[in-house]
Each structure stands twice: as structure tokens, then as C-alpha cells.
């Protein structure tokens, strides 16, 4: 079980710019897939973007295509998700998840094993 924490939310106003982290606890290593979901009030928990273990590919949520960039590090055991242009519709609580052990990006969220605490995010009109 890997145990994850999600800094870097806050509030925004709209057109601004956020970059959430995602790192494992006592700085395990990450060798799985990781991905980023968000769930606003009254939604069901959505997929934002996701990256394989090696960070050589990525999969982006339709609506964030173009506006957010996954990223890692793994020397530093860290994902991040850069989220510029940000709108009033993208305030969320956000999660991260640890996916398949060295696998491919996944959109499918019953394949994310493990789950951070989430992060709150609040874009502003």
C-alpha cells in the first residue's frame, strides 16, 4: 500500500495558474502509474490526467486537454500537475492515485489501487 499526499491547492481566480504534487510518505519510490482525478460537490469522482511509471506518456481528460500538463520526478518520488487558464468550473477537491505497477497511463479509476487525501482547489469568477 502506498500511502500519498497531495499539496498545492488553494484559491485562484480565474485565468491563473496552479501546480498541485502529488509524493509518497517516508519518500517510497513510485514505480507505477500515477494519476490525477477531482470531484466537485454533488459529482461523481472524475479522471483529469494521468502518466505511465516512466513518465513517457501521458492521457488527458478531454476538457483539460491543452490547459493542464502531468509531470513527474522520479528521483524526487513526486507527480505534479501543472493546471494553467484555470476556470471556475474546474474547483474540485483533487486526488491522486496510484495506478498500475509499472504500467501505461489509465483512465479507468477501479484500476487506481491507492489514494491520496485530496487537495482543495477554488477558482474564483
Known amino acids: 500500500q502506498v500511502q500519498l499526499v497531495e499539496s498545492g491547492g488553494g484559491l485562484v481566480q480565474a485565468g491563473g495558474s496552479l501546480r498541485l504534487s502529488c509524493a509518497a510518505s517516508?519518500?517510497?519510490?513510485?514505480?507505477?502509474?500515477m494519476g490525477w482525478f477531482r470531484q466537485a460537490p454533488g459529482k461523481e469522482r472524475e479522471f483529469v490526467a494521468a502518466?505511465?511509471?516512466?513518465?513517457?506518456?501521458?492521457a488527458y481528460a478531454d476538457s483539460e486537454q491543452g490547459r493542464f500538463t502531468i509531470f513527474r520526478d522520479n528521483a524526487k518520488n513526486t507527480v505534479y500537475l501543472q493546471m494553467n487558464s484555470l476556470k471556475p468550473e474546474d474547483t474540485a477537491v483533487y486526488y491522486c492515485?496510484?495506478?498500475?505497477?509499472?504500467?501505461?497511463?489509465?483512465?479507468?479509476?477501479?484500476?487506481?489501487?491507492?489514494w491520496g487525501q485530496g487537495t482543495q482547489v477554488t477558482v474564483s469568477s
Open positions: 492515485a496510484a495506478g498500475p505497477r509499472f504500467g501505461a497511463p489509465t483512465q479507468k479509476r477501479n484500476e487506481y489501487a491507492d
Open positions: 502518466i505511465s511509471w516512466s513518465g513517457g506518456s501521458t
Open positions: 517516508r519518500r517510497t519510490a513510485l514505480p507505477y502509474a
